[in-house]
């Protein structure tokens, strides 16, 4: 039996809404975990919601970083566990070195909370399989500290890896080096992204002229774990 873990930190918000999508749509086993929790086991990934960790204190992500969790979802991801950090979620991850750069305060300092175009610019990760390569679509954006950073070095080692999974077409909403959305570890395995697809789901999206194509995330990671 396929089953995913979401961790949750006090502060989390959109664990609920991951674990709708996952249960009811997929019908997948899913299992919430405590962050103090520091022993998990036979999970086919990881998915670490949206929120505001801990109450962002100091900066967003950096004491859930610390969290016992996270050094089982550092092994985990390690052994290829494949591994989603969404909005807060990757701030965690970038927090916790599993990610490469930095998330700071939107460049106009404002929390930005709409619907956004997002390019899918690699194909070849457990989340991402079943877009087309430079494919678009529309997903809703909620974060203040959304504006990713990466030193020159590094951004020519991301890159010459392809480690850049999304970025923001036609309008960057955050200010971020490159227009970077969403990026990955050296492996592909493990992805965080600003953007928010568990809040996509919803049919009623079609009478506003939205889509839910970015439901091909959820479509990806099932069709990677079910191979």
Wanted: proline share 5%.
């Amino acid at each position: 039996m396929l089953k995913i873990g979401i961790p949750i930190f006090p502060g989390s918000n959109c664990d609920r809404d991951i674990y709708h999508v996952l249960t009811n749509l997929y019908n997948v086993k899913t299992d919430l975990i405590w962050h103090k929790k520091d022993n998990i086991k036979n999970y086919n990934a990881i998915i670490i919601p949206g929120g505001f960790s801990f109450g962002d204190r100091l900066r967003a992500g950096i004491i859930a970083a610390h969290s016992p969790i996270i050094k089982e979802v550092k092994r985990l991801g390690n052994d290829g566990v494949p591994v989603l950090g969404i909005c807060n979620g990757f701030q965690i991850l970038v927090e916790c070195e599993l990610l490469p750069g930095s998330l700071i305060k939107n460049d106009h300092l404002s929390f930005s909370c709409k619907w956004i175009d997002l390019e899918v610019k690699n194909i070849d990760t457990p989340f991402t399989s079943a877009f087309k390569k430079n494919e678009i679509f529309k997903i809703p954006i909620a974060n203040g500290e959304g504006r990713f950073i990466l030193a020159e070095d590094q951004l020519k080692e991301v890159k010459k890896k392809n480690q850049i999974i999304f970025s923001y077409s036609n309008e960057d909403p955050n200010g971020s080096l490159e227009s970077i959305a969403g990026v990955s570890n050296d492996s592909g395995n493990i992805v965080g992204m600003m953007p928010h697809p568990e809040r996509t789901c919803q049919s009623e999206l079609k009478s506003f002229g939205l889509t839910n194509t970015a439901m091909k995330i959820f479509d990806s990671l099932i069709a990677y774990i079910k191979k």
